[in-house]
Each structure stands twice: as C-alpha cells, then as structure tokens.
C-alpha cells in the first residue's frame, strides 16, 4: 500500500490552476454526471466510498445530506465551513488556495441534492487573501455558465458568497457559525433542533467542511466503489493530514486510513527533526488527546483510535521530541483555550479559569498535591458538564497526561502522587 495517495489532492502539483486548466483536466465532470443522473446518483455513490464529514464529527456524509434533502422548505442554504481554527491544522487551507474550483464543484453539488439555490463560504479572517482568491474564483467559474441561472441547461439555479469570520475558534462549532452570521456573537445553540432543521436564518441548512466537500467530485470521478476500497471496513478511503511540529518532513498529505502512526511519522514524515528521540504526538488539534511514543503502532483509523481515547478531529498530527515537557506543551492548548472560550456556560468558563491559576502554579513550582488533585476533577467536570464540544475538549490533553505523563507531572510537587 502506498504511503500517500493523490485522489482528492490530484490536482495539488498545479499551481495557480485557472478555471480552464480545471476544466481540461476534467473537473466539473462529476456535477456534469450528478445533473444527468440524479440526486440517488450521489446518494449511492458517497455510499460506496464511505465518505465520514471531515470537519472532526465523522458523521455519514451520505446519511447527512439524504435526510437534508428530504426536508422541505421555501428555502434551504448550504455552508461550506472554512473556519479552519485549530492549532496545527492548515489541510483546510491549502485547498483553499490550491483547488478553489473542486470546492466550488462539491458546493454545487451539494446545493443540488440538497435543494439549495444559495451556499456560502464561511472563510476565517486570517485566510482574508483566500477570501479574495476565492471570489475570483467565482467569477470565473460564473463565467463558464457553472454558477448562476440554469447551470448546464439543467434548469438548476444555484450562487456561492464568500462570508468573512471573526476569527473566532468556536465558530468552527456549525451553530455558533450560524449564530455569527445573523450578525450575533459565536456562540453555540440549544439543540435540538439542529442546523439542518433550523439554521441560517431558521431555514434548513447543510455544512460541511472544506475537505468534505472538495472530497465530493473527486469521488464522484473516481468512483465511490473504488474509493472506498482504501482504508478500513469503518474507515473508509484517504484522510488530508496536517502533519507539523518535530518533524522533519512536515506539510499537508493524503494518506490512506489504516495506516499506521509510526508509518506516518517515520516514512512520510521523514522522522523526527534533529534525529532525537518522539515523546508523544498530539491528534485532531488542540482538542485532542497526548499520544505517548509506545502506542505510534496504532492504524489511523477512527475505531482505532477512538478506543483508546484518541481522536482523528480535524486531522492534525502535531510532533514532540524528547525536548519538550508536559506541562509547557498543556500550558500553550491551556493559554489557547482560555483566549477561545465564548464564555458561556459555567464548566467551560470559570473551569478554564481555575485551571490556568492551577498550572501556573505548577509551572512556577508552587503547587501543592491537592492542586493535582483539583486539576483531575476541574477538567472531568468540563468534559462532561460543557455546553458544547470546545468546553468537551479543551480538557482532553490535561486528562491525557495524567493519564499517560503521571510521573512527571508529580514531579513538579512535593508528596504523594495523587494519580497513581
């Protein structure tokens, strides 16, 4: 099985690839095939590949859109959601900036089956030079009769607007996306009921993710069959990863799932940077859990590693080498959470707050073993007790090191280990 696989990223060796280069090379053929042979078309062939959303939930993208489209309504929207906001996650960008027209096609795809005439794209204000981009992009794709009025003499209307983000990580949460676009502050809804039933502007509402998306009409030329023969039977076809940190090889790949870990760090990656030795890894973002180096043998694949507390999340793989200590590493994702959370609700907001008194005072080296002890139940409390997935998740590192890093936690204070 090859290392890396190029079927969503085919077109990544193009650069500044125009409308008419996209075209040639036989892009638009899958919304060609999708409006001559239906909606159940795409229904079946999401199907076979298995596609998973990719923005962390890993919901079905064809059970997804085939309630979406059942709905009925005046009026429906997608959101394609490219509020790519997690530390060490950059997949999202670089299909922003290198294959704008296959996001395009996976929108009007979507909007297609979905029964929608308008979709936007939720950009980050960060990314605001890909915000340009991707209005030129537009335009272009408008001018070759693709967007607009009866797209292909197929009778379909359907218009993309680029929507600009605050910048706000919880936005990357669908609701609190939705919240932000009605001109509200980001944060995340009561639910039910849910975005598909009641989103933007209370009207049915499909978002996915920029890789779901850009995912859609390379599958559709590929074949859904063919697609999903890579990967597991729950994990099926390729992943873009984001692969950073102590590494010496670090970019965005297309890797198969069931790969392994190790196979990603050692062969794709090249290894670790200054050949020292892997502490651990840290996966879907700041969100997700510390990998300690015995268990890099473990497949990338969502039932793998969801047994074990860990998670694929927005397909980040950030690399630690032996240099770095535990409580450094947790007081960065602690500072970031801190500076992220809306606030809402008590576990997240005022758990946060406590725990970032705590690891500072461990970090300065005035803690005590009952702050060890508090930390423990803080951060289980906003695991279970949070409005929404950033309270869910902003503990899952700490919890991770206790449960992995005990000992050099509680080498940090004097007395008898509260975690053992």
């Known amino acids: 099985m090859n290392r890396t696989q190029s079927i969503i990223t085919k077109y990544f060796n193009k650069d500044n690839l125009t409308v008419e280069e996209y ?28 596609l998973r959303g990719r923005g ?33 996650t950059f997949k999202d960008r670089e299909l922003l900036d290198r294959v704008p027209y296959q996001i395009i096609e996976g929108m009007i795809i979507s909007g297609y089956v979905f029964g929608a005439k308008l979709g936007f794209i939720y950009i980050r204000e960060e990314y605001a030079h890909l915000q340009i981009k991707f209005n030129e992009a537009i335009k272009s794709v408008k001018e070759k009769g693709l967007l607009g009025k009866d797209i292909l003499n197929k009778g379909f209307d359907f218009t993309i607007k680029v929507f600009s983000g605050a910048g706000a990580y919880v936005c990357g949460e669908n609701s609190s996306l939705v919240e932000s676009m009605e001109g509200r502050a980001g944060r995340p ?49 390729t992943k873009l990863i984001s692969l950073c940190g102590n590494i010496k090889n670090p970019g965005t790949f297309e890797v198969p799932f069931g790969i392994t870990l190790r196979e990603i760090i050692y062969d794709i990656g090249g290894g670790i940077e200054g050949d020292k030795e892997l502490k651990f890894l840290q996966l879907g973002g700041a969100s997700g859990a510390l990998m300690p180096k015995q268990l890099i043998d473990m497949k990338y694949a969502y039932e793998d590693l969801s047994g074990k507390g860990f998670q694929i999340g927005s ?106």
């Open 23 to 50: 075209i040639r090379l036989g892009g638009f053929e899958g919304l060609k095939s999708v409006l001559q042979n239906g909606k159940d078309y795409v229904i079946s062939e999401l199907k076979e590949a298995g």
């Open 315 to 420: 397909g980040a793989i950030v690399v630690a080498d032996e240099s770095n200590s535990i409580m450094g590493f947790l007081e960065v994702v602690k500072d970031f959470f801190f500076h992220e959370s809306c606030g809402k609700c008590t576990p997240c907001r005022e758990g946060l707050r406590q725990l970032s008194k705590i690891l500072t005072r461990i970090s300065e080296g005035n803690a005590t073993v009952e702050d060890l002890k508090n930390v423990e139940k803080i951060a289980k409390t906003m695991k279970y007790a949070s409005f929404c997935g950033l309270g869910q998740t902003a503990p899952s590192a700490i919890l991770s090191a206790i449960k992995y890093f005990s000992s050099e936690l509680c080498s940090t204070v004097e007395g008898i280990c509260p975690y053992y």
């Open 56 to 88: 962390g939930a890993g919901y079905p993208t064809w059970k997804k859109w085939d309630i979406g489209r059942n709905r009925v309504a005046d009026e429906k929207f997608i959101i394609c959601n490219a509020d790519e906001g997690e530390p060490g």
């Open 189 to 237: 809804r009561i639910k039910p009921p849910r975005i598909g039933e009641k989103g933007y502007l209370n009207k049915p509402t499909l978002v996915n993710n920029v890789e779901t998306l850009a995912a859609v009409p390379a599958i559709l030329n590929y074949g859904g069959k063919e697609y999903g023969r890579f990967g597991t039977e729950k994990s099926k076809g």
